[in-house]
């Protein structure tokens, strides 16, 4: 009988029915819709729940074993069960237990055993049940093991049949839902389900913007909506543009927006294809090659001529498009273009480009194709190849859609749906990538990242978050319609996303703080929410203190008495308010009021306590503006224009505390000021600067326009703008209240032309269908236009004339004038009608009157502000003042300006009928060439009518004075003109005036007199009419400055009173107003004329000549002079004895001194032409006057820089290093091996190119270890690079420690790999499987293998060459032993070897020992160790080390022999791997190396000895030349042939000093110098690299001396290294001095238990909150080794040095920091 199950289709149990298709074949089993879940077995028993219904079915069919083969698995299975609906079937488990699940999944396929059990189908049933589960496995969030197991069981058959066969899930309540979050996403036509394929096609010559961002994210969405694919293709048919770092940030900012393309493809990948499709045309007549010029074919295309290559023949066209292929320069002159219609309204269609010559190599395809296709010829052609069903493009490429179509229907191509989106405008910003590279190019911003910029980095960089910026662009849909959005939206988006999350913390601005006093508070912290309603973001530390700080905005707003609320605290009463003589306030009294609870009416503060537990953290809030200052660009808009420069807004703060644990790119709220991110950490005081890192935080909009209150609480705020609009309706009159209209009939008329040609604009826009936004922002401005003609004249503009305006007023506020007009402008507003009658001016003496008020109320001004009067009072003042000059505008039309004088009247104006007939014919002219325009007359005809236009209104202009407008109407007479005898005196003054000033200009005095720049149409302030003064009063006044100056100047140095200084001062002062009063100009100290000077120094010089040059004493030793320099010269030139040189160059510099004696100067060779050393000497000493001449300017301008900032650059070059070792040891390391030539940098971050100068050093290493351990029976071989991820965590406690840093293969081309394979970081796991198959008896041992290969370690600390990289040479020795003492042996043995590559080879002395069990390699028994001391940074590094595997690894690979002893029993055998890098290398530069470079020990130098030939000169033959460098080839032979590593450089393009300095850079141990003379005298000198000695060495025992001076050199670096490490090792027994000596860079052997806490503690106890070294990482001590050879012999009884452990210790330990 078969057994029925019931299910709900609402829910079905989908465990129950896999297990139901699972046994169709051996149960029968019906299954039937119910109301409940259940399974009937008789009358009697019903199962109804998932676990039982599958344990019954199971057992019905116990052959198909899905309660497993055992009864541990049947256990296990009933684990899984109750798991499934336990844990895993609760909402707050449940995450909990899928992590439980992929840790159970990792290293397995089915859940238990070889095939899927009931425990696979209840956990599957449960996970494809759970809507949570299904959204983690959509975002690519899942976990990975459970995915992967996840989606392995859904390809299977039954797991198939059972998903097709569930009923649909309902969608309607989640569709409702995101309705509401998104925009209008329209229906693509012809779309089918999972038939969609989009693409998203961007060009890698930049970063994405959020505009990219938006079109991704559409492409995305059509994807998912049909269940289709998107392709992710790069257009790369420029190769100028194409960058393939722009590729890989474009690839990782997809990433990050969560975008999961399902092919990604180049343009590039279909080269071949779209160039065949373009001969096709050529063949087929349908395209053409043109040679045209560019800009003639621009010209042609806009008036629709044909090209003359237009009608070519095939033939020519194949031969020029061949020419084309070469890229020659007949080719690079042409470009293939497509036989479109010329004749087109649409331009694309006028025979458009579609192929170009470009020579520039491409980033992918190199120097293959000469010619590239164009992106509208190439992107139907792959959109239709690669299987496009919808292109998703925006609006502006509407008018190529027909071009698009054209060249599909041509081709012959499958058809691709078109479908338009609005792109993405963004006010105040430019998206163009080229205005953006512009940006960054010219240092405007920081980068690309910047976060002003619109890219995605930039916006993720001020706060963006990825949800934030995925919904704003889903909410915008895929409308058509172009709008231009504030920023604000996007950042409203963002805020939703950050609000709920982000942290709360104080900051307070520096500048201001208040001290609040508040006594009887004790120092203490506590812990309160970061996130008031959110208390899974976590606690924070909040210290209190009775000396707080707030914000000084926030104290302005407090009054005595007032109770306020301290935030996380409680009610304060405010006692007392301190202020200072300008009525700041300085400090508060208060009291704590905490058993107020009354929070409702109170002003909340935030505040900060100051206490020395808790410092305030340094920080620094950055605010930024938009980086174009107009909104909306137009299209004649140069965008340069509008570049906003000063963006950018620092403030300093003092921060909370907690600030100082924020991580980059967290995000926080400042309470009370906004949303900000952290872009710089906070780092504590460098050891080096001794100053901190402040934490920098950068403001995140969140959509405000409203900045958020800073002072007082948003209670107070309030209540402020209440009070505000109270006092401004007080000043408002009713709308009953009449206001005379304070216009001129002149302005009315200029805004009424405004407002008509603005309409024509906007008329024009709409008639050519321009872009909405340029449209709108039109309008806009004719709106403005008109709102300001309504506030003006109080009318519509209707025909009626203006009514004539009554004398002027006090002029209205706008507010005002806006309620009573209650009209609006109108077409034809102030055009017609008789002009009004002019308003009677004012008079100069109603003017002259309000002039002197203005002037007299300003000096009261001056003088209450001087005086330090009351507030109130000077407001006062200042509001009579302000009013006078309302005033004055009034009547003159004018703003008030020092210095102003009425208005003079007009001169009559030109007759108004003449204008008007004028005005007329260019109205009718306009309509006739507009009329030309619209029909498309020729352009000939139409450009005689602009013509004509353009003199008609040239007439106007000369009539009129003024540019002919729209709208423009005669102007109105005059008034009569003032008198010719007026006019005379105002022509003289004028005159005289223009006189004055050409004057001033000559003196350059303008400014000094005015204190202002001239500019056209300022006031001159008239002459004082007092009498001149006479040269007699000005001397008089000139010599009183001068003593009054040196009086003060006495006090001064006296360092008497202040009282005293200031009153004679104040005489000072006085007496240089009285000269400037006198003179005219500001008083200077007296300079001595130019003229004068040089005429003194002449006469001085002559009469220096005539009395000491010309004496015959001094023409004797003159004489004598150059006989002995003629002498030096021909000894020189001769290459005579260096000492015979010396002797006469000592008796030729004696003379010169006699001569210097008698005469007072330096001797001047005949003909008066100085030599070299004294034009040398000479430049120098006036270099040296000029400095300290200038030096006065540099103090000042060093004073007058801002406190902190830093000295400007110093010019160095850039041939040595830059850096000193014992000053910057990670710039100078990093200097040293590349300018030495050591490595070169890559392109993937810790990988670098081993130069010839280390790789030999390598290969030294490699040659001596090498033949040292095939003398212990070593033998070499190679095992693969990559390994199975199974036999990678076949032992987990091995691999953990390499586990973040293993490098995965993915994917195999385009093809996901089945699962990763890992490259190695150790080849424990890959050699072992493989020991196991070889090893079968005792006498297949011992095994001893060693590999010279590379490994892969993925580190993310901070990489350094050699010493910390991702891929890294060494070799691995893996041996296997039938008995732990043989084992224990070769693990010695190969430590002793590693030390000799040190000691021997390096010269580096080591500290042989035994890793601590922290330490020790893990899954080995023991690990001994070989350690370097790097004095420079006070730190060790692990040298080699050497581990006892034990028979940990033999027991997990099954490593085993039979034992020879017991036939037939197992043995598992003893191991050892040992191991050493290229991390050597960077050792010896860190002991060894200097400020000059490398130090080579000479065993492993490349080149030990260099050759550089010196001396040749111009004066050199060239038989002596080649000589010399014969000779020099001749000593490296020599050497070469006696066993040493020799080189010469005999380069002639650079002197012997630069070879010098590069040699020493290399480290080369020795450098030979031959001379010209050397080879004279059979000699040559020989300098060491790592002391600087010179040796003159006998040529013929080069080779004998030269090797002793090697073996010399390498004993001396041995000796230099061992004392500095002897010197900085010592042995302690406290902790106070195991710190002490840290902190000098010392390495410490300390008494030590052994236990692992305790060096935990020790660890931590020592670190220290600042960088030994820039760019190492700061930690504390750790255990380096158990030395074999202590300092000292631990006594009975010697505790261990951790503080609080009470045990004693075991053995001294070296510690130490430790790279």
């Not at 084992?1383 to 190969?1390: N, R």
């Amino acid at each position: 009988m078969a057994a029925t199950v019931s299910i709900n289709p609402a829910s079905p149990p989908i465990g129950v029915l896999l297990a139901v298709e699972h046994l169709k074949d051996s149960v029968p089993v019906q299954v039937q819709e119910g109301k409940n879940t259940g399974l009937k077995v008789n009358g009697d028993v019903t199962f109804t729940t998932v676990p039982s219904i599958c344990r019954y079915l199971a057992r019905l069919a116990p052959g198909k074993h899905l309660y497993g083969t055992s009864n541990l698995e049947a256990t296990e299975v009933d684990h899984w069960l109750e798991f499934s609906v336990g844990r895993l079937g609760c909402p707050a488990d449940f995450a909990d237990a899928v992590q439980y699940l992929n840790q159970v999944l990792g290293p397995r396929t089915f859940l238990i055993g070889h095939s899927a059990t009931l425990a696979d189908f209840a956990v599957w049933g449960a996970l494809r049940g759970n809507n949570v589960w299904l959204n983690l496995l959509d975002r690519g969030k899942a976990p990975p093991h459970v995915a992967r197991w996840f989606r392995f069981l859904e390809e299977q058959a039954e797991f198939k049949a059972v998903a097709m066969a569930l009923p649909a899930k309902p969608e309607a309540s989640k569709s409702e839902t995101r309705k509401q979050d998104q925009g209008k996403f329209v229906e693509l036509p012809g779309a089918e389900m999972e038939k969609v394929v989009t693409r998203f096609p961007p060009e890698a010559s930049g970063f994405l913007h959020v505009g990219h961002a938006k079109a991704a994210l559409l492409n995305q969405y059509y994807q998912h909506a049909f269940q289709g694919k998107l392709i992710m293709r790069f257009d790369d048919t420029n190769p100028a543009k194409e960058s393939a770092e722009f590729e890989k940030v474009i690839l990782e900012d997809i990433s990050m927006l969560d975008i999961k393309p399902d092919i990604f493809t180049h343009t590039s990948d279909h080269f071949d294809r779209i160039q065949g499709y373009a001969e096709k045309l050529i063949r087929d007549g349908l395209a053409y090659v043109d040679n045209t010029d560019p800009e003639v074919m621009k010209q042609e295309r806009e008036q629709k001529v044909d090209s003359r290559n237009r009608t070519n023949t095939v033939e020519k066209n194949l031969a020029m498009w061949e020419e084309m292929k070469k890229g020659s320069e007949v080719g690079q002159r042409c470009c293939l273009r497509a036989k479109i219609d010329m004749q087109s309204p649409n331009g694309c269609m006028r025979d458009p480009t579609i192929y170009r010559c470009k020579t520039e190599s491409h980033v992918r395809t190199g120097t293959k194709y000469k010619v590239y296709p164009t992106y509208d010829f190439a992107c139907p052609i792959v959109d239709s190849v690669e299987g496009v069903t919808h292109a998703l493009r925006t609006t502006e490429y509407h008018d190529r859609d027909d071009q698009f179509n054209w060249f599909i229907g041509k081709l012959g191509l499958r058809p691709v749906h078109i479908w338009e989106y609005s792109r993405l405008n963004l006010q105040n910003t430019v998206m163009s990538k080229r205005k953006l590279t512009w940006f960054v190019e010219q240092g405007l911003v920081d980068g690309w990242d910047d976060p002003r910029f619109p890219t995605v980095r930039g916006v993720m960089r001020r706060g963006m978050t990825v949800e934030g910026l995925k919904q704003f662009i889903v909410a915008q849909g895929g409308s058509r319609a172009v709008v231009v959005m504030e920023w604000d939206k996007i950042w409203a988006f963002n805020k939703k996303v950050i609000d709920p999350v982000a942290p709360r913390f104080n900051a307070l601005q520096r500048d201001g703080a208040v001290l609040v006093n508040l006594p009887g508070v004790k120092d203490e912290m506590k812990e309160v929410p970061k996130h008031p309603k959110n208390p899974d973001v976590g606690q924070k530390e909040v210290w209190y203190s009775s000396r707080v700080y707030i914000d000084g905005q926030d104290a302005a707003t407090l009054t005595e008495g007032e109770v306020v609320t301290f935030i996380n605290w409680g009610n304060v009463i405010v006692k007392k308010i301190n202020k200072n003589k300008s009525g700041a306030v300085e400090s508060i009294d208060a009291q704590l009021n905490l058993e107020n609870t009354d929070y409702k009416k109170t002003a909340k503060l935030t505040w900060l306590a100051d206490t020395p537990k808790a410092p305030f953290t340094p920080t620094v809030v950055t605010h930024f503006d938009h980086i174009i200052s107009k909104g909306v660009l137009a299209k004649e808009d140069e965008f340069k224009n509008f570049v906003n420069k000063d963006t950018k807004m620092e403030t300093v703060m003092l921060g909370d505390p907690c600030l100082a644990q924020l991580k980059k790119g967290d995000i926080i709220q400042l309470q009370r000021r906004g949303y900000y991110i952290c872009d710089v950490p906070y780092e504590p005081p460098s050891r080096y600067s001794c100053q901190p890192t402040p934490c920098v935080l950068f403001h995140i909009p969140d959509g405000h326009q409203k900045e958020m209150p800073t002072a007082g609480s948003k209670a107070k705020s309030k209540k402020a703008d209440k009070v505000e609009k109270a006092a401004s309706k007080k000043e408002l009159p009713s709308p009953k209240e009449e206001v005379s209209p304070s216009f001129s009939p002149a302005d009315e008329l200029a805004l009424s032309d405004k407002v008509a040609a603005q309409g024509d604009s906007v008329r024009q826009l709409k008639g050519r269908k321009a872009d909405k936004a340029e449209v709108d922002a039109a309008v806009k401005s004719l709106l403005a236009l008109k709102a300001e003609y309504k506030a003006l004249t109080g009318r519509t503009g209707s025909l009626e004339p203006p009514p004539q305006p009554p004398p002027p007023p006090q002029p209205a506020p706008l507010v005002r004038t806006l309620l009573t007009s209650g009209k609006d402008w109108k077409p034809g507003a102030a055009k017609k009608g008789p002009a009004p009658a002019p308003a009677p001016a004012a008079s100069p003496a109603g003017v002259d009157a309000v002039n002197d008020k203005i002037k007299a109320q300003g000096d009261k001004v001056r003088q209450l502000k001087t005086a330090k009067a009351e507030k109130a009072e000077i407001d006062a003042a200042v509001k009579t003042l302000l009013a006078l000059k309302a005033e004055y505008k009034a009547l003159t039309g004018k703003d008030w300006k020092p210095g102003a004088t009425a208005p003079t009247p007009a001169a009559p104006a030109a007759s108004s009928a003449g204008a008007d007939a004028v005005n007329e014919k260019i109205k009718a002219q306009g309509d006739k060439v507009r009329q030309l325009k619209t029909a498309k007359a020729e352009k000939a005809e139409v450009d005689a009518a602009v013509k004509a236009l353009l003199a008609l209104k040239a007439e106007y202009k000369a009539l009129t004075g003024k540019d002919w407008k729209p709208g423009a109407t005669a102007p109105t007479p005059a008034a009569p003109a003032a008198s010719s005898a007026g006019a005379d005196a105002v022509n003289e003054k004028i005159k005289a005036q223009g006189d004055k000033v050409r004057q001033l200009k000559t003196a350059k005095a303008e400014k000094a007199l005015t204190g202002k720049d001239w500019k056209p149409g300022a006031h001159t302030p008239a002459a004082p009419t007092a009498p001149a003064s006479s040269p007699a009063d000005v001397d008089a006044v000139n010599d009183k400055i001068k003593t009054q100056g040196e009086k003060v100047r006495q006090l001064k140095t006296a360092k008497a009173e202040k009282v005293q200084v200031d009153a004679e001062v104040k005489v000072l002062l006085a007496l240089k107003a009285d000269y400037k009063n006198l003179t005219g100009k500001d008083w200077k100290p007296p300079k001595e004329d130019g003229k004068k000077k040089q005429e003194g120094k002449n006469q001085e010089k002559a009469s220096q000549e005539t009395s000491g040059g010309s004496s015959p004493e001094a023409e004797k030793l003159k004489a004598q002079i150059e006989e002995q320099g003629n002498t030096v010269r021909q000894l020189k030139g001769s290459g005579a004895d260096k000492a015979q040189v010396d002797a006469e160059v000592k008796q030729l510099l004696a003379l010169k001194e006699q001569f210097k004696s008698l005469t007072g100067e330096d001797v001047t060779p005949a003909g008066g032409k100085k030599g070299k050393k004294e034009q040398k000497k000479e430049k120098e000493q006036k270099k040296e006057k000029e400095q300290k001449k200038d030096q006065p300017k540099k103090a000042a301008k060093e004073a007058a820089k801002p406190e902190g900032a830093m000295p400007g650059p110093k010019k160095v070059t850039r041939l040595g290093l830059e850096a000193k070792k014992e000053e910057n040891l990670s710039d100078w390391y990093s200097q040293v091996i590349t300018k030495s030539e050591m490595i070169e940098y890559y392109d993937v971050s810790g990988c670098y190119i081993l130069r010839p100068t280390s790789y030999s050093i390598w290969e030294k290493i490699k040659d001596f270890f090498d033949a040292e351990i095939k003398k212990m029976g070593v033998d070499n071989v190679y095992f693969p690079i990559f390994v199975s991820k199974a036999a990678l965590e076949r032992e987990k406690d091995h691999i953990a420690d390499f586990a973040p840093e293993v490098a995965w293969v993915t994917k195999s081309g385009d093809t996901d790999l089945a699962e990763p394979i890992a490259i190695r970081p150790t080849s424990e796991t890959v050699m072992y499987p493989a020991y196991a198959k070889w090893i079968k008896s005792h006498r297949d041992l011992p095994i001893k293998y060693n590999q010279w290969n590379n490994v892969v370690r993925w580190e993310f600390k901070h990489p350094q060459p050699f010493l910390r990289t991702r891929e890294f040479l060494w070799q691995e020795g893996h041996s296997a032993f039938a008995t732990k003492d043989e084992a224990d042996k070769e693990v010695l043995a190969i430590l002793e070897l590693y030390a000799r590559v040190y000691e021997d080879l390096m010269a580096i002395p080591v500290i042989r020992g035994r890793k601590t069990e922290k330490e020790k390699f893990a899954g080995g028994d023991y690990t001994t160790t070989v350690e370097v001391y790097i004095s420079a940074s006070g730190r060790a590094i692990q040298g080699a080390t050497s581990h006892h595997l034990g028979q940990n690894f033999s027991k997990m690979f099954e490593i085993v022999f039979e034992d020879p002893e017991k036939p037939g029993e197992k043995k598992f055998v003893w191991q050892n791997s040992w191991g050493i890098t290229t991390r050597t290398i960077g050792v010896m530069v860190m002991v060894h190396g200097d400020n000059k470079g490398l130090v080579m020990p000479p065993v492993v130098a490349r080149d030990q000895v260099v050759v550089i030939p010196c001396g040749i000169t111009a004066n050199l033959s060239e038989e002596d030349k080649a000589r010399l460098l014969q000779k020099c080839q001749e000593y490296r032979k020599a050497l070469r042939d006696a066993g040493v590593r020799a080189t010469d450089d005999l380069r002639d393009n650079y002197s012997p000093g630069w070879k010098f300095n590069h040699w020493e850079l290399k480290g080369t141990p020795i450098r030979m110098e031959v001379g010209p003379r050397d080879m004279k005298q059979n000699q040559f000198v020989a300098v060491r690299r790592d002391t600087g000695e010179k040796l003159t060495l006998a040529e013929g025992k080069a080779a004998e001396k030269v090797k002793e001076m090697l073996d010399t050199i390498q004993t001396d670096l041995y000796s230099r290294a061992k004392k500095n490490q002897d010197d900085h090792m010592v042995a302690i027994d406290t902790w106070g001095d195991f710190c002490s000596n840290l902190d000098k860079g010392m390495i410490i052997q300390a008494p030590y238990c052994g236990a692992i806490p305790c060096e935990d503690k020790i660890k931590k106890d020592s670190a220290r909150d600042q960088d030994i070294e820039p760019g190492a990482p700061s930690m504390g001590a750790k255990g380096l080794c158990i030395p074999f050879k202590p300092l000292r012999e631990l006594q009975p009884g010697t505790k261990c040095v951790c503080e609080g452990c009470d045990c004693d210790a075991k053995f001294y330990t070296l510690f130490g920091r430790s790279y």
